[in-house]
Nanobody, 126 residues
Framework: QVQLVESGGGSAQAGGSLNLSCAAS????????MGWFRQAPGKEREGVAL????????YYVGSVKGRFTISRDNAVNTAYLQMNRLKPEDTAMYYC???????????????????RGQGTQVTVSS
């Protein structure tokens, strides 16, 4: 049974940092493509960051490039989103998403990936 469990959300001041984790289980025999999308009240869902199954390729939405870093450790089946220089506009519910191979490495499709976690709230105050 596939499961994605996020952790690490919370509150931060503008300019601060948060690190999200997504622990995946049930993906066998190969690791999935993984990423994060977010949704804020009254706004459209937005793909934030995506990482290939092996971790060699990463993709970001323009608004977070240079501030956020996605990574993964397949030995512990976990993906991470390090968020630095946070801005109030980063405030949203963040969801981990995963797609078994073969997967479409398109950040705009993250919201349509087969599996998603329960979400973790990120709130950035000015």
């Amino acid at each position: 049974q596939v499961q994605l469990v996020e952790s690490g959300g919370g509150s931060a001041q503008a300019g601060g940092s948060l690190n999200l984790s997504c622990a995946a289980s049930g993906f066998t025999p190969k690791d999935p493509c993984m990423g994060w999308f977010r949704q804020a009240p009254g706004k459209e869902r937005e793909g934030v960051a995506l990482i290939s199954a092996g971790g060699s390729s990463t993709y970001y939405v323009g608004s977070v490039k240079g501030r956020f870093t996605i990574s993964r450790d397949n030995a512990v089946n976990t993906a991470y989103l390090q968020m630095n220089r946070l801005k109030p506009e980063d405030t949203a519910m963040y969801y981990c998403a995963a797609e078994p191979l073969p997967c479409e490495l398109n950040i705009d499709l993250l919201g349509s990936y087969t599996h998603r976690g329960q979400g973790t709230q990120v709130t950035v105050s000015s």
